[in-house]
């Protein structure tokens, strides 16, 4: 193998398809990316056997061939080196010799022939959605996962289709996520559950391609992504969500709006205290005052009692809900105003972004 390529996009294309690279593989193959010359680009790939990726970039093919080198390495020489052209070639002795004008090293690989195949996704459902509008909404969903192995169904992200309607929707049982794209014609068919750290990852690469519209295949047991010339495989997570519809309230009885980072803020002071009394704030709406109190149990290290100005509608209310849960949601409420609906102290208390209709993400209360 022989290629004359340029470190800018190498840079590129390596950082991309790094992203699969696992952190305690005992695999050592599987710290490595797979390089493929062949017609006139080089193709690069790396997988940790959840999720794959696979990138090219067009190039001066001189002798076609295949290597695996370190990942890691590789990456950090790359991105040290100056923007200018840049030649690999796969040595005699497994390594490869990465050259510019000013510098040579040589890289020790393994055997291409040992690196794991991608499987082909069997083209069952597919279409596209705009790349900018999928990753905002994987940004709004996907920390709402649960990080716990138990119930691996709640690890993942459910996607389905209704109509012209696409879902994204996340929850740990405790808070939930949801969110749904406008598409361009009905599509049927699709329901699976994705791991998160594929989706997490997904989110990032449709972040530097943002022009790009992402077509979704759908397989029998896998999925795929592509974005321009970058393909994001991904093996689905088994079992069935739970009907989540059941417990968004349909109604409440108060709706409040307040600025966006007045209650940021009031949440990080109310957290230091809170952290005392697993994580749990009082939110008190006071339809007289116009105004919300954030407090917190007495703990060993004292207390702490926020007041905001609202907009109210409905009656006075109280809730508890754990800090972390709501701070979360607000990175990534897009409007400088956040609005609250709650029912009452025993019903999930909904957080609303005005500027992003088609989200909805909830809170269950705490009992203190």
Request: with cysteine; net charge negative.
């Amino acid at each position: 193998m022989k290629v004359v390529c340029k470190q800018v996009e190498l840079a590129e294309a390596l950082n991309v398809v790094s992203r699969a690279i696992g952190s305690n593989s005992t695999l050592p193959i599987l710290n490595n990316i797979l390089l493929e010359a062949k017609g006139n680009a080089l193709w690069l790939s790396a997988t940790n056997l959840e999720v794959a990726i696979k990138t090219k970039i067009i190039c001066n093919v001189e002798f076609e061939g295949s290597i695996t080198v370190p990942a890691k390495l590789f990456f950090s020489y790359v991105n040290l080196l100056s923007k200018e052209d840049l030649v690999l070639e796969e040595l005699d002795d497994l390594s490869l010799s990465v050259s510019g004008s000013s510098s040579e090293t040589k890289i020790k690989g393994l055997k291409a022939e040992d690196y794991p195949t991608m499987p082909e996704v069997s083209n069952e459902v597919s279409f596209d959605v705009n790349s900018k509008v999928f990753s905002s909404a994987l940004k709004k969903v996907v920390f709402s996962c649960s990080s716990k192995a138990d119930r691996p169904f709640l690890a993942g992200v459910y996607m389905f289709t209704e109509k012209n309607k696409f879902y994204l929707v996340a929850t740990d049982s405790y808070r939930l996520s949801e969110c749904s794209i406008d598409l361009d014609k009905n599509v049927d068919g699709i329901s699976c559950i994705i791991p998160s750290k594929t989706m997490g990852e997904l989110e990032k690469i449709m972040e530097m391609n943002p022009k790009q519209n992402v077509e979704v295949i759908l397989g029998q047991s896998q999925i795929a992504f592509r974005c321009g010339e970058t393909l994001v495989l991904s093996r689905l997570i088994d079992g069935q969500f739970p009907d989540y519809k059941k417990i968004i309230p349909a109604e409440h009885k108060t709706s409040v709006s307040l600025g966006l980072s007045d209650l940021q803020q009031a949440l990080k002071r109310v957290s230091l205290f809170a952290k005392e009394v697993e994580d749990a704030v009082s939110l008190e709406f006071d339809s007289d005052k116009e105004k919300v109190f954030l407090s917190t149990q007495e703990t060993l290290i004292g207390t702490d009692k926020n007041e905001i100005s609202i907009a109210i509608s409905g009656e006075s209310t109280k809730i508890s809900v754990n800090s972390q849960y709501l701070m979360d949601v607000l990175n990534v409420i897009g409007d400088s105003v956040v609005s609250l609906h709650v029912t009452d102290r025993i019903l999930p208390i909904k957080v609303l972004d005005k500027k992003e209709p088609n989200f909805q993400y909830i809170i269950m209360p705490l009992k203190v």
